[in-house]
């Protein structure tokens, strides 16, 4: 019998990079669900999802493996670091939304160290000071030419997500950006 | 760098995630199958072009995705004021006043 050729996925990222003051690694595979809803559904949603999606402008939540990003007044990003079934638990939560899920369209990149900021600030024309981007903030915008969602994660650490045929562009421009940092 | 405040995020942010979106405050036709074409061309096409005050369109595309309306000064580039997508044109005299009173201060 022949032998089943099975594709494998190549990651979009091989390389690493960053230099002392903003270090770049790829990060690993996640679920990613873009999810659009109305407010009447969002206590059924956050119960079934396990973490309260927020409603302020450019905050999120998170509960354990588990982040919601609020994106804009019904859209948030959602996404499960130990890659668990978010269009399930959307699915359960017998509520009218939309959920698509955009876990192979992202990908993203931990920029952490002191120059973090700096880096991200090379193409990305948001406040990063602690008082108008404190962690846990998030928001879509602008890196250089490609859309990114911006999460901070630690004082001295975000998350940058990108889609995937843009993360070549996005991990080059941020190398150059943390170069950039170190002087 | 121009700011612009958007409504929904609560934040004045870069030019650089908005992009214009024509003016604001066109009503489409509720009976569109029925008027002539003169009218739907001045309802369609023509707009004013302005020098100065001008109510449009924004979105806010690599922000929050939200349309919203904005009044702008077309010479200055000015933003006077932004308000939310249905909500009505704002009283834009009381803020060219409170701006000339301004100006006349200093
Ligand atoms: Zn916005």
Redesign the pocket.
């Known amino acids: 019998m022949a032998d089943q050729a099975i594709a494998s996925r190549r990651a979009a990222l091989t390389s690493r990079g960053g230099s002392a003051e903003a270090i770049l690694t790829p990060a690993p595979a996640a679920t990613r669900i873009s999810l659009r809803a109305g407010a009447d559904a969002l206590p059924a949603l956050s119960a079934a999802l396990g973490v309260t999606l927020p409603t302020r402008p450019k905050t999120s939540a998170s509960s354990g493996q588990r982040h919601a990003l609020w994106i804009?007044p019904d859209e948030w990003l959602v996404f499960d670091e130990s890659e668990a079934d978010l269009m399930g638990a959307a699915a359960s939560s017998g509520t009218l939304h939309s959920a698509v899920d955009i876990s192979h369209r992202n990908v993203a990149v931990i920029v952490s160290g002191p120059g973090a900021d700096v880096a991200i600030n090379s193409g990305c024309p948001q406040d990063l000071s602690p008082a108008i981007f404190p962690v846990g903030a998030c928001s879509r915008t602008i890196f250089g030419k490609a859309e990114i969602i911006l999460f901070r994660t630690a004082e001295d650490q975000f998350r940058v997500e990108c889609w995937r045929s843009f993360s070549p562009f996005v991990f080059g421009l941020l190398s150059e950006g943390a170069a950039d940092a170190s002087h | 760098m121009l700011l612009i405040y958007?409504p929904?995020?609560e934040e004045e942010?870069s030019e650089l995630e908005f992009r214009g979106a024509g003016d604001a405050h066109i009503a489409r036709p509720a009976n569109i199958a029925d008027i002539t074409d003169e009218e739907f061309e001045e309802y369609f096409f023509l707009r004013q072009n302005p020098k100065g005050l001008i109510f449009e369109r924004w979105r806010?595309i690599h922000?929050?995705g939200?349309f919203f309306n904005a009044a702008r000064d077309t010479v200055s580039d000015r933003f006077y004021t932004t308000y939310k997508a249905g909500e009505p044109k704002p009283d834009i005299s009381a803020i060219l006043q409170s701006e000339q009173d301004k100006g006349a201060a200093k």
Do not use: A, L
């Open positions: 804009g | 958007c929904y995020c942010r806010h922000g929050c939200r």
